[in-house]
């Protein structure tokens, strides 16, 4: 490995994220917290438990973070034997688009990320605090991230409140507990964007969309031709797919049949 490789931008981000969350992990082990009582009075169940989520929630940044999220292989896979009536449900009206930037076949709902020049499958967004793309592989794996990394913050921001001490002299106060505070200020910071963006990830889980057609339905032609979303199959098998990969099927041929459930004449 070249040695310039060791200031990408990954390694940057990952890292910088591995140094803060220790950091702000011992600064709460450091003061006079309840972390720091319970170990002192010899209960260390929750104190390792503590430590077990804030070490669960790194190892699950890194995972997401270095795993592939679904990018389109550039070489195009030996066809597998497909049967003639779920071919027939594929309308000849959506044949797969070539990229313009990297030349392979989209299936639906892909999209090219232009900051890791491929094509991902089931394209959510680019994040910049992993450096990776969210996608049809990580995204299940992301959203349980945020749970773990929205449960660590705020346990951590109840502990860092209960270190802090106002009825002292400003001088005394600000050397004691400054370096509290402000870890306090961050988590709240860092809860706030991590409840916004769970809320928000939840919502589009539940409805089968993602966030790129959320934002930019407009100007996806698959989009603009429903009224709606055609991938939404319900509350129940939108979850199921999502977490379990249930039901099984390419998107197209779900597009399919909802457009052969929205054709049918009523009875």
Known sequence: MAPWA?????????????????????VLFLHDTELRQWEEQGQLLLPLTFLLLVLGSLLLYLAVSLMDPGYVNVQPQPQQEIKEEQTAMVPPALPLRRCRYCLVLQPL?????CECRRCVRRYDHHCPWMENCVGERNHPLFVVYLVLQLLVLL????LAWSGLRFFQPWGLWLRSSGLLFATFLLLSLFSLVASLLL???????ASNTTTWEFMSSHRIAYLRQHPGNPFDRGLTRNLAHFFCGWPSGSWETLWAEEEEEGSSPAV
């Open 155 to 158: 346990w951590g921001l109840y």
């Open 6 to 26: 060791l200031l990408s931008p990954g390694v940057l981000v990952r890292t910088g994220h591995t140094v803060l969350t220790w950091g702000i992990t011992l």
């Open 199 to 205: 809320a928000s990830h939840l919502y589009l889980v």
């Open 109 to 113: 709902r892909a999209r090219h990320c």
